[in-house]
């Protein structure tokens, strides 16, 4: 018997080195062939365009990749072309709009100061100059320090900007690099899926094949359910937005609720990037209703958002409600808002591995049971 817990404890700290030295390794061999790595998702998702193009109409499969590609990239160009019109639609518009508000937003600076900021400064003057000359010293040397730290911060970060330039523009031949290396990779891949395909399966035992059969099934109907379930919140996430601008009578309201629905993509920041300095600005220039109106409106979208996501995630794919609302707050709790996509993801990916029956292969080769 304690031969057997024995081995079981062996195994059990095999498994566990294997499990750590192949994350490891992925993870280097990932920052060596990215390009790749890209073009292999890229291949994954317009693979399906091609076979339909190559089976329905008669189109040789390297043309139909080219022709996917070519569509791809003049998607991709005509959305940045749209975006770059809008932006500069847009900058027209507050080129003009902007310096009144301004104006507006100095003469209410000016009241702050000469009601607030002035008669609080002659009353901590009057109060400096009834201390004695220790208690003076001390806190002009405070005040000194306190400049000092804040002068050198900035300094430090205009520092760390300027020298960041060089970098970033080092960086564009490097990207021009990555996209032509990806670009060719994902002819190559696509073009070749299914040979690929079969020899990878050749490569792999029979056991290990159906596993990972089943893994890249549950993950490709995750994945396209997880990125149905990001497309409808954005959209219901842009429709209230744009409903709300209408409401408020915001000029440009489609324009702008286009880019709020686009910030809605990102983890950290959201629509909070828009709305709160939106809310604030509209605050201080003296437009309470407006300020209050757009608060409500981004209270409506937070809402909306926490509400539906844990219903469209599991709807879509195919999660528990109560997992998923687990597995969005741990998420969030140990690494913030981008847990609200990891926990998720780590939740489908481990149910995915359940179902495929990996968990019960790895423990039985833990308890040493043999296959029957």
Known sequence: MSNQYLYSSLRFLF??????????????????????????AIAFFINPIVDVMEKKM????????????????????????????????????????????????????????????????NQLATLFKNLDTSQQDTIMSNIQSVGTKIATTVGQFIQNILQNIPSIIGWLPNFATIFIFSLLATFFICKDWY??????????????????????????????????????????????????????????????ALIIGIVDILP??????????????AAMSGDTHFSIGLGVLYLVVLVQRQ??????????????????????????????????????????IGRTLHHAGVFQDIWNFIIGKKEA
Do not use: C
Not at 22 to 40: H, N
Not at 84 to 97: D, K, P, R, S
């Open 58 to 121: 008669k189109m040789p499969r390297a043309l139909a990749v080219i022709v996917v590609l070519i569509l791809l990239l003049a998607l991709v160009a005509g959305l940045v072309t749209l975006l770059v019109a809008e932006i500069v639609t847009g900058t027209q518009y507050l080129a003009t709009v902007v310096p009144n508000h301004f104006q507006k937003l100095v003469i209410y600076i000016e009241q702050f100061v000469a009601s607030q900021i002035i008669p609080l400064y």
């Open 307 to 348: 509400v539906m996501e844990p219903k469209l995630l599991s709807s879509n794919i195919g999660l528990d409600p109560l997992a998923t609302l687990i597995a969005l707050f741990v998420g969030f709790k140990l690494i913030g808002f981008l847990g609200l996509i990891v926990g998720p993801v780590l939740l489908v």
């Open 268 to 281: 950290y920041l959201g629509t909070g990037l828009v709305f709160v300095p939106w809310i604030v600005y």
């Open 15 to 40: 498994v566990i080195v294997v499990i750590i030295a192949g994350l490891a390794s992925l993870y280097y061999l990932s920052t060596l062939t990215y390009p790749f790595l890209i073009a292999l």
């Open 195 to 256: 040979r690929l395909k079969a020899l990878f399966q050749k490569l792999l035992p029979n056991k290990v094949q159906t596993s990972t059969t089943k893994v890249f099934a549950e993950l490709k109907k995750a994945l396209f359910g997880f990125l149905k379930a990001q497309a409808t919140l954005i959209s219901i996430t842009t429709l209230i937005v744009l409903v709300g601008l209408l409401v408020l009578r915001v000029e440009y309201a489609i324009t702008i």
